[in-house]
Every structure is written in C-alpha cells, then in structure tokens.
C-alpha cells in the first residue's frame, strides 16, 4: 500500500516521502482503518526531525486519522466493517491503511466529515485533559500561550464555553482572530501585553514565553506546562515568583499518561462537534502527496489551527 515514509531525520527538504510499506497486520484488538485523512502535529515535526527520542526501527508517522473500517477487530471488540470512524493509533497513520485498537478510536456521525474528524484526535484530546489538569474554570481567568495553533483553538473554546476568561497570546492578530469568535475575552500579541493576574497559565512556548507568563499568575495559581514549541529551553529565577507568582505551582504536562482510552475523550469531541459546540480550526488541507509542505507551514508558524491532508 502506499504510505507517508519517514525522510532523514534533519532533512528539512523532504522531512517525508510518499512510498510503498506493508499491509497492516492487526493483533486480535485492532481494526483496520481505510484513511481518508489525517492531521500534522507539532510533536510529529519534532519525531521526523529526530529531536525526540521516539523513533523505532520500521516507524513511520501518523497518529491522527479518520476513515472508515475495512476489517473488523478479531476479538469481537470495536466498530463493525463500513463504520466511520476517527482513530488515534500511535504511529503509522498517514497511510492508506492503518490498524487501530479499538479503545483508541470513536464512530462518526454523518454530520462529521472524515477532514474534520481527523482534525480532532491529538490536539482535542490534549485540550480536554489539559483543561481537567487544570481544575474548575467557572469564573477564572486564563492565559494560554501558541493559543493560535491546534491545541489552542481547542482549549479557548472549551474553557471560554466553561465560563473561563480566556487571554490568547498569538503571533499576530490575523493569527488570532478566530480566537475571539471562538470565544476568548482578548487577544494580545505578546505575554508581556496581558493584563494579569491568571488563576491558570497554559504554556507550550518554552524559552522567555514561560517565566514572562509566570510572572502573570496570581499567588498560589497554577501553571500548565504542555509544550515547548521553539524549542528554546526554560530558565527560572527563583526570586521572581515574590513578585507575584508566589507559591505558585508548576505543573508538567503529557497527555499520554491519564489511565483513560483516547476512545472516550474522542467520542466527547465527536459530540462537541456535532452539536455545534466545537469549532475545528483547519489552516491547511492538501493532498498527501503535499504533506512536506504542510510539515514546512507547521515548522514555520504559517498554519492557523490543524493542518489536514486528505488520502488518495
Ligand atoms: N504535553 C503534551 O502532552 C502535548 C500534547 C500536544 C501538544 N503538545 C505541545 O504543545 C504545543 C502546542 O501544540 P500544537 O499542536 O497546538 O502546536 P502548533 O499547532 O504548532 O501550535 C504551536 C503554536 O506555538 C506558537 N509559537 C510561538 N513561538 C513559536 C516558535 N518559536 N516556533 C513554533 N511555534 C511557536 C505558534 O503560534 P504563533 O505563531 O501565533 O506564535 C504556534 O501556532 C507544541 O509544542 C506541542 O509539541 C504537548
């Protein structure tokens, strides 16, 4: 079948290529997913780039897919063959066939297309249990960082809907101005333009961005650490946090460790956005044979939302 084959790690120029790999072989509690479409996701620039220690021998790319099972799990378990589904499998997605456990993938309505379905998996999960990390949100105020890119389009709608006061921190306005119809109180285009304090900081910037944004926390608030998307490391100064952040908490963040399927938090967002609650943000949406390019207006902050690449 054909697939999205890993480049050279470093090899900006082609990061990937589309080629021939093996047909899938589900174990007993996978299903088999003809993919029509699947997203990009900043970790997976950083997997192809070799910058995190992920890779295996045989991997290839591709967590985020929606499509339609082709061959039903072996152990009963799961969607029948002919059912719509969108899939979160750890690897290998971006391909015309992928396999899939059960407990890692929802059914699709027909009022959800395969393009934003595959939309969904990685960034709206990480917003849902970022956002259950960061506790009850009725009332507070937030400042999210990279609020322009997948998971922040996410989390601004979800927590503006909770009753949060939602600051954006983007690049530029145009970057942002989806934010403010999904909801968020303001945008500003550097953390040192919010007007703090924030009971929660959501941070995936890394570098200046973090300690500018601590400094925006009330005492005692909480700091969500998810990401690091310049990969600049993070220096603290300890005598900062008694200018404001006092007794501050920082919290890491890894969406993978929560005991939950990603089946159940892909069926919530399924229904979000059914229900007109949730609002993808689709930046890009190209032919596979164009996901170099996408990985290219990912790493250079050019995609609003998700980027999307529809298979065949
Ligand atoms: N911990 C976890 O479990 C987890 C899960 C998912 C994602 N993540 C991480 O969380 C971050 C957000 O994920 P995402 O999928 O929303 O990524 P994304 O779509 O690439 O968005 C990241 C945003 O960060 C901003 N940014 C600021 N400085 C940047 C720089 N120097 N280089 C690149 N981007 C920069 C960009 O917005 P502007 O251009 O508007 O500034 C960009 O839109 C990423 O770092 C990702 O790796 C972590």
Redesign the pocket.
Known sequence: MKAILPGTPGDTVKPVVLGEAPEPEPAAHEAVVAVEAFSV???ET?QLDGGLDRRWAGWRPGKDVAGTVIRAAADGSGPASGTRVVAHPPAYGWAERVAVATTDLAELPDTVDAVTAAALP??GI?ALRLLRTAGPLPGRRVLI????????HYVTELAAASGAAVTA????AE??AKLLELGAAELVTSVEDAAGPYDVVLE??G?A?LPAALAKLSPGGLLVW???????PVTLNFFDFFKGANQARIAH????TSDAAYGQDLAALVRLVAGGRLHPEIGVIRGWARTADAIAD?RG?R?R??AVLTVG
């Open positions: 996701n900043r970790g950083f990685l960034a990480t960082t990279g609020a322009s890119g997948g998971v922040g921190v983007t690049a530029t970057r942002g995936s910037v570098g961005s998810f990401g690091q998307a310049s990969r600049e963040f890894d969406y993978t990912l902050r995609v939302g998700n």
